[in-house]
């Protein structure tokens, strides 16, 4: 069953968004040549901390840590260590969530460590980036789950790889529902199954966490012995990024966006919803 949402549990979701966006800022600040993930993962207790809010990732499904942090290769997952050191020209997805009264907010994004970054890593993560958003302009009144689905896989097919060949679109992992818990239905792919069908139509009240995970070469991956680490099969660097997102009655909100999504909503000819807490 699909949540649909109050316009005031969207206001308390936009409250716990907030929070991952400013454990994003910090963490991204922090993600620098020498620093440890586990450094990173000591930044986002704090600032969670500072809010008043819950880590919504610490022991969910007997995970350690308050975020992910996925270096390189990792393509989700990733556990914050004292054994992984950053260095520089490492990339670095990082995944955060966080409660408030029981309402959570979960997004991700791809961080470039130091300088002298390849261009084929600069274009992965700005092709999956820009995917995610063409998921979330696709967040309309009336349209259906697959129609965000086809926006993202369109996006990225659509785009020329430096040196020749394709994207690979992550097949195992993808976006979900996201409310009074962090996963919930329905489970979003980032390509078109024919399998799944057209989905749940999109009403307001719907909230998505949009996440595309693109990498150089495969669209499989395999789990370390750890139990949660995914890595790519043939060992090229990924990229993350993800956004939840709530349609209203006059748009999409972007609930862990700082200002709603509503600038770059603006760049691709859609409205965003007025921010509940402005």
């Given at each position: 069953?699909?949540q649909i949402?109050?316009?005031?549990?969207i206001a308390?979701m936009?409250?716990?968004?907030l929070?991952?966006?400013a454990?994003?800022?910090?963490?991204?600040?922090?993600?620098?040549?020498?620093?440890?993930?586990?450094?990173?993962?000591?930044v986002a207790?704090?600032?969670?901390a500072?809010h008043g809010?819950?880590?919504?990732?610490l022991?969910?499904?007997?995970?350690?840590a308050t975020?992910?942090?996925?270096?390189n290769?990792?393509?989700?997952?990733?556990i914050?260590?004292?054994?992984?050191?950053l260095k520089?020209?490492d990339?670095i997805?990082?995944?955060?969530g966080?409660?408030i009264?029981g309402?959570?907010?979960d997004?991700?994004?791809?961080?470039f460590?130091?300088?002298?970054?390849a261009?084929?890593?600069?274009?992965?993560s700005?092709?999956?980036?820009?995917?995610?958003?063409?998921?979330?302009a696709a967040m309309?009144?009336?349209?259906?789950l697959?129609?965000?689905?086809r926006?993202?896989?369109?996006?990225?097919?659509?785009?020329?790889?430096?040196?020749?060949?394709?994207y690979?679109?992550?097949?195992?992992?993808?976006?979900?529902?996201?409310?009074?818990?962090?996963h919930?239905?329905?489970h979003?792919?980032?390509?078109?199954?024919r399998?799944?069908g057209k989905?749940p139509k999109l009403?307001?009240?719907f909230?998505?966490?949009?996440?595309?995970?693109?990498?150089?070469?495969?669209?499989?991956?395999?789990?370390?012995?750890?139990?949660?680490?995914v890595?790519?099969?043939?060992?090229?660097w990924s990229?993350h990024?993800?956004?939840?997102?709530a349609?209203?009655?006059e748009?999409?909100?972007?609930?862990t966006a700082?200002?709603?999504?509503?600038?770059?909503?603006?760049?691709?000819?859609?409205?965003?919803a007025p921010?509940?807490?402005?």
């Amino acid at each position: 069953m699909v949540q649909i949402k109050t316009p005031e549990q969207i206001a308390k979701m936009r409250e716990a968004g907030l929070v991952v966006a400013a454990v994003h800022a910090a963490t991204g600040a922090a993600a620098v040549p020498g620093a440890t993930t586990r450094d990173l993962d000591q930044v986002a207790r704090k600032v969670l901390a500072e809010h008043g809010a819950k880590p919504n990732f610490l022991g969910y499904g007997g995970f350690p840590a308050t975020i992910c942090t996925s270096v390189n290769e990792v393509v989700v997952h990733g556990i914050p260590d004292d054994r992984t050191v950053l260095k520089d020209g490492d990339i670095i997805s990082i995944d955060a969530g966080a409660i408030i009264d029981g309402w959570h907010g979960d997004a991700a994004f791809t961080a470039f460590v130091g300088t002298g970054h390849a261009p084929e890593l600069v274009e992965l993560s700005r092709v999956t980036e820009e995917s995610m958003w063409a998921g979330i302009a696709a967040m309309r009144n009336g349209s259906r789950l697959v129609d965000v689905s086809r926006a993202i896989e369109t996006y990225i097919r659509r785009q020329p790889r430096p040196g020749g060949g394709k994207y690979g679109i992550i097949e195992d992992y993808g976006g979900h529902g996201i409310g009074t818990e962090m996963h919930m239905d329905p489970h979003l792919l980032n390509y078109v199954s024919r399998k799944r069908g057209k989905g749940p139509k999109l009403v307001p009240g719907f909230c998505l966490a949009i996440e595309p995970m693109v990498s150089l070469g495969t669209p499989r991956t395999e789990v370390l012995e750890d139990e949660w680490t995914v890595i790519t099969t043939d060992g090229t660097w990924s990229s993350h990024w993800e956004h939840s997102v709530a349609l209203t009655d006059e748009g999409p909100l972007v609930l862990t966006a700082p200002d709603g999504g509503k600038a770059k909503l603006a760049e691709l000819g859609i409205t965003a919803a007025p921010d509940p807490l402005a």
